[in-house]
């Protein structure tokens, strides 16, 4: 098993700045891949960005490419989501998971994310 705990969210103003951090525990050795997905109010979650766990390559959506950077901390075992330029649309709860085995299939419990002036 693995356990994902999120933290970083926040208030901020439109044009600003977060950084969200994921911290995993338990069977690291069996992650191949982390990720950010993001859920707003009455919408489907949707992925914004994943990183290879062992060469760090990464991926991502359209909407936040050149604006939001996915990176990891191999010692710490913890990946990152640095989030540049904010806009109201990035407002959504935002969830660390891990991919295992070719599926995303462990959950962070969320954190919010709230761009508004």
């Not at 208030?11 to 191949?32: D, E, K, T």
């Not at 982390?34 to 919408?43: E, I, N, S």
């Not at 991926?59 to 806009?87: C, P």
Request: net charge positive; glycine share 12%; aromatic share 12%.
């Amino acid at each position: 098993q693995v356990q994902l705990v999120e933290s970083g969210g926040g208030l901020v103003q439109p044009g600003g700045s977060l950084r969200l951090s994921c911290a995993a525990s338990g069977s690291i050795f069996s992650i191949n891949f982390m990720g950010w997905f993001r859920q707003a109010p009455g919408k489907e979650r949707e992925f914004v960005a994943s990183i290879n766990w062992s060469n760090s390559v990464t991926t991502y959506a359209v909407s936040v490419k050149g604006r939001f950077t996915i990176s990891r901390d191999n010692a710490k075992n913890t990946a990152y989501l640095q989030m540049n330029g904010l806009e109201p649309e990035d407002t959504a709860v935002y969830y660390c998971a891990c991919a295992r085995a070719g599926s995303w299939n462990c959950w962070g419990q969320g954190t919010q994310v709230t761009v508004s002036s």
